[in-house]
């Protein structure tokens, strides 16, 4: 494991270093950060609500606070692009809930649901289809039986108890699916007679091996591979999983159905279910999700193969395209309208959307008994996006083309064979649209489109990007084509978004405004007023928060851009510029129009995650959040072949406005981002004076190491060497003259972000004799979650900035260590 950190702040106040070394090295433990900024770390997130299919009751969920360091030690295996726990059989930082609670849609009292294990661990949390029922996996990390458990909430006395005895298998993901009776669930269990686990071999038997023979197989770079026939072992072992039928009540009935179930799901009639088994040859250069697949239906009653659809291999040689996907069918689900009709997509490109054809992909369906021919019911002239189905004569499908940015919605009518489309627009204009379609489950659980009661419109929900920032609405789609009329909208100055549309058109909103915390509410198309039905306290009540105002600006060559701006709290101007932390996230487009678009609302309640900058306003400084870092390219031009110029110009039209208003000290800026955020703050230190110091958290910044394409970038390094040269900051090492702070989750499973990028770029500028400081956090991800690591993080950032931004004067290079 690698060290904590590279040059420690307490090895220097301790004086194990001198102030004079020029590198020092040295482990220290976790430190926290100022008790303003803990406060803020350690407030309660917001329950959720999720209402059940018959919309008459929210189950309310607390979200767990994040996990100690201990936690997060325990064993886990991180093969075929999956990370997961041998001991209790499933993936890891999956999402858990603390505490659950029921409540009437309509409002009243809230039921503490009983029953629950000791200490409850709630994930994968799902509504029966008839909605007396709630099911949810607990987790259970302790020594004594440890592993993944069935458990399932009777609505009518809020009481919770656990079904059968199995132990269920969710290294694949959530192990159970609700049948359509709602009398039990389809699961994937651990198969009782699976064996000895795996030993570790610690002799080598030979080299490991890998080889290809003058095929084309290109492919993005991965973490958490198949390295060696040990691997391949363990990960069978553990992802092996067999299929069951859980009654509520009663023996659960063992299907013959054994394999690396990826996916199991009953079809709406409850007669078949839709089977989806990886199995050999793995590779080891992606993970599970392209590894061979075989896909079948199953009968329920007796688990014997119906039909076959497919068994595609290994997917090896997709193109390097954005839209490019393997050639075989895929995308397969039931058609969630009919009893039993399985539906996917197939290319008629052979997967290449560069390839210049008429159809690039075909919607196909197969009905029970599943015998003959599969049927077309759709050709696309673009790429395949999704499907939501209505009705026997409308469902909805989405084609994209990702190199225009083209979207469109067709109205498919699936017994006539017919299409015509309601939008055709942009996928990067906000302002223009449509929203999603709304879903509603029937009488299976299935989730359905929800129609007007003549079906002659279908209900959107978006979040209604304006100029003024977002303003999330509720509208009408014309099945026929034409206007889509907004029946309701959120209004100043609140944020407000419909999550259901109830029986009576009337919409359950979550509602918040910049001083109120999110709570839920019953709205009717046309009122004007709301009726509350939860009353969830503020997380930050007792804590002096930061203030935040919309900025609205423009970039030297006149375009629009903004920013969020947060001020102390009770800070005026009177008192002078602040010192200012910058955090932003570049974004491509192919318009300016797209590109000036704002984002974000002014209204909503600052909840501020992990990540976020805001926690340092509490400490004096002014921070411009989110600023627009727009990276376009029109026409035949591609957005990154002026990166660099579009970033410098963004930057400094953020700085020089927040400056102007008298807030920002233009002289004691630092600028920070996370991932591609990261990226953009090596290549501003690198190539502007703008900024006094940086703060780069798990970044990549030499893309050479990313040849087959990296973020919107799909050109490989051969086909344009000097994008992927000018691009990475690891080019322009000598040219860092301010301090730079980098810190890298240990085991970062991002594409593309590997450790290995901050622990060259640190030598690279070490060598160049620049001020840098090298954290990494053991056992952290690409996002990270330990609570000590997140303790640390903002204690590092909070001395770095202390350190080389607050003074008046900048600090000379010798008054901190480098590292080594």
């Not at 059989?89 to 858990?96: I, S």
């Not at 009983?114 to 302790?142: C, N, V």
């Not at 990549?700 to 970038?713: C, D, K, S, V, W």
Request: aromatic share 8%; hydrophobic share 40%.
């Amino acid at each position: 494991m690698r060290k904590l950190l590279l040059c420690s702040w307490v090895a220097l106040s301790a004086g194990l270093c001198g102030v004079q070394d020029a590198v020092c090295q040295t482990e220290v433990k976790y430190q926290k950060p100022p008790q303003s900024i803990e406060a803020i770390l350690d407030a309660p997130l917001t329950p959720v609500a999720l209402v059940s299919p018959d919309r008459k009751t929210m189950a309310i969920e607390q979200p767990s606070a994040a996990p100690t360091i201990v936690e997060m030690a325990q064993p886990r295996l991180r093969l075929a692009g999956l990370r997961f726990s041998p001991r209790t059989n499933g993936q890891t930082r999956v999402p858990h809930s603390t505490g659950l609670s029921l409540q009437v849609v309509g409002g009243g009292p809230v039921k503490k649901v009983t029953g629950l294990p000791a200490e409850p661990k709630m994930m994968y949390l799902h509504w029966s289809p008839d909605g007396r029922s709630l099911a949810f996996i607990q987790r259970e990390d302790g020594q004594v039986a440890p592993g993944l458990y069935l458990y399932v909430v009777d609505v009518a006395t809020a009481h919770a108890h656990r079904v059968a005895a199995l132990r269920l298998n969710g290294v694949m993901g959530a192990p159970c699916s609700w049948m359509p009776d709602s009398k039990g669930l389809l699961c994937a269990i651990v198969p009782a007679a699976r064996g000895q686990k795996p030993t570790s071999d610690t002799v080598p038997a030979g080299p490991n091996v890998s080889e290809n023979i003058g095929r084309v197989s290109p492919g993005r770079t991965y973490e958490d591979l198949l390295q060696t026939p040990e691997d391949e072992r363990f990960f069978e072992y553990y992802a092996t999983a067999q299929l069951a039928v859980v009654p509520l009540t009663g023996l659960a009935r063992m299907l013959p159905v054994k394999g690396i179930v990826d996916t199991a799901e009953p079809s709406p009639d409850g007669r078949f279910a839709l089977v989806e088994v990886r199995h050999r040859p793995f590779t080891y250069t992606l993970p599970v999700e392209f590894f061979p697949e075989k896909i079948e239906v199953i009968d329920l009653k007796s688990g014997a193969t119906v039909k076959q659809i497919a068994d595609e291999p290994l997917a090896d040689s997709i193109p390097i395209a954005f839209d490019a996907v393997k050639g075989g069918p895929r995308s397969f689900g039931w058609r969630s309208d009919a009893p039993a009709t399985v539906t996917w997509a197939e290319a008629g490109d052979g997967g290449d959307p560069r390839k210049s054809v008429p159809v690039h992909d075909r919607l196909m369906a197969l009905t029970a008994p599943f015998q003959g021919e599969p049927e077309t019911l759709a050709e696309l002239p673009m790429r395949f996006g999704g499907v939501e189905w209505g009705n026997e004569h409308l469902a909805l499908v989405n084609e994209r083309e990702r190199k225009t940015r083209k979207r469109v919605i067709l109205a498919l009518d699936p017994a006539a064979k017919t299409v015509h489309p309601i939008f055709d627009g942009s996928s990067e204009d906000r302002y223009h649209s449509p929203g999603t379609p709304v879903l509603t489950p029937n009488a299976s659980g299935a989730a359905v489109l929800r129609l007007t009661a003549d079906g002659s419109g279908i209900y959107f929900a978006g979040e209604g990007a304006s100029p003024k920032g977002d303003q999330p609405f509720v509208a009408i789609m014309p099945v026929n084509g034409g206007a889509e009329k907004k029946v309701w909208e959120s209004k100043a100055p609140f944020y407000e978004q419909a999550v259901s549309l109830l029986a009576d058109d009337r919409f359950l909103v979550r509602r918040e405004s910049q001083t109120e915390a999110p709570n839920y509410f019953l709205a009717s198309p046309g009122a004007e007023s709301m009726t509350q039905v939860t009353h969830l306290p503020s997380p930050y009540a007792g804590i002096a928060m930061p203030t935040r105002q919309m900025l609205h600006y423009k970039r030297d060559d006149g375009l629009e851009l903004s920013a969020n701006l947060w001020v102390p709290a009770g800070y005026d101007k009177s008192q002078g510029p602040l010192p200012t932390l910058m955090e932003a996230y570049p974004a491509e487009f192919k318009t300016r129009s797209a590109a000036a678009q704002v984002t974000g609302s002014p209204y909503r309640f600052p909840r501020i995650g992990w990540g976020s900058p805001v926690f340092f306003a509490t400490t004096g400084y002014a921070v411009l959040e989110n600023a627009s870092i727009p990276i376009i390219g029109e026409g035949k031009q591609e957005p990154n072949d002026t990166y660099v110029e579009q970033l410098v110009a963004a930057a400094k039209a953020a700085i020089d406005y927040g400056a102007s208003l008298g807030v920002v000290d233009p002289k004691r800026v630092a600028v920070m981002g996370h991932s591609y955020g990261a990226f953009m703050t090596a290549n501003l230190l690198a190539h502007t004076n703008l900024f006094r110091a940086g703060i780069a958290r798990s970044g990549a910044y030499n893309r050479t190491l990313t040849p087959y394409g990296f973020q919107n970038e799909e050109r490989t390094y051969w086909q344009d060497p000097d994008v992927y040269f000018k691009m990475s900051p690891f080019s322009y090492a000598d040219k860092i003259k301010v301090p730079l702070l980098m810190i890298h989750g240990e085991a970062d499973d991002n594409q593309g972000t590997f450790p290995v990028q901050s622990e060259r770029f640190y030598v690279a500028l070490k060598g160049q004799g620049a001020t840098v400081r090298l954290v990494f956090l053991p056992l952290e991800a690409h996002g990270y979650e330990g609570h000590e690591s997140l303790q640390h993080m903002l204690w590092e950032m909070d001395h770095w900035l202390n350190t080389y931004v607050k003074p008046a004067n900048p600090v000379a290079a010798t008054s901190a260590a480098g590292g080594n």
